[in-house]
């Protein structure tokens, strides 16, 4: 987290949330752009995982996801999306399984046992961008899988704080 300038009281944060027994399922990172929201999200993850330093892209209990990401999709029609928002098929290959939209089932990470340790972690760059639709149609999708597993509980819970996070930002404006 050292290379975190001028966040102290967020780093604070998360130092004393990491520290304790209990932690939290969900954690949403908001602010402005270039802040160091996905970099402390990072740093943080790989404090929880205990990732050697400069290992995270590389570690296989820690998932990235972003909207750019379906510039290397195995779905030929992700590839020609352009990258504006987070679509199902892209969360359907990297964090949930299922069926995609060209009929092709992936494997769901998120239900997946650890490779490492006890726990994964999941970030969601920009998860502002998955749209309301994508929120419903994932907790259908988790609900019908695994509905009582607490993994899946904690993606739904927060899928939904993302959601109302969105919702109460676009009142807003």
């Given at each position: 987290m ?5 966040q ?7 130092a ?5 027994n209990?932690?939290?399922h969900a ?11 996905f970099?402390?999200a ?8 205990k990732i ?7 570690f ?15 779905n030929p029609?992700l590839?020609?999306?352009?990258q ?6 892209l ?10 939209s060209?009929d ?8 997946m046992?650890?490779?490492?340790g ?8 920009e998860?502002?961008l ?5 929120v ?6 988790m609900g019908?899988?695994h509905?009582?597993?607490?993994t899946?509980?904690?993606l ?10 969105e919702?109460e930002?676009?009142?807003r404006a």
């Amino acid at each position: 987290m050292n290379e975190i300038i001028g966040q102290d009281r967020a780093i604070a944060s998360l130092a004393a949330a990491s520290a304790g027994n209990r932690r939290h399922h969900a954690l949403i990172f908001s602010g402005p752009r270039g802040v160091g929201k996905f970099t402390s999200a990072v740093n943080y993850a790989s404090s929880l995982l205990k990732i050697p330093e400069g290992e995270h892209f590389r570690f296989a209990d820690l998932h990235i996801i972003k909207k750019e990401d379906v510039a290397w999709s195995q779905n030929p029609s992700l590839q020609k999306k352009k990258q504006t928002n987070i679509p199902l098929d892209l969360l359907r290959e990297k964090m949930i399984g299922g069926k995609t939209s060209d009929d092709k089932i992936c494997g769901a990470p998120v239900f997946m046992t650890p490779s490492v340790g006890s726990e994964k972690v999941f970030i969601i760059d920009e998860a502002e961008l998955i749209v309301e639709d994508v929120v419903r149609r994932c907790q259908r999708v988790m609900g019908a899988v695994h509905p009582t597993t607490q993994t899946n509980k904690r993606l739904l819970h927060a899928l939904k704080k993302i959601h109302a996070l969105e919702t109460e930002r676009s009142s807003r404006a």
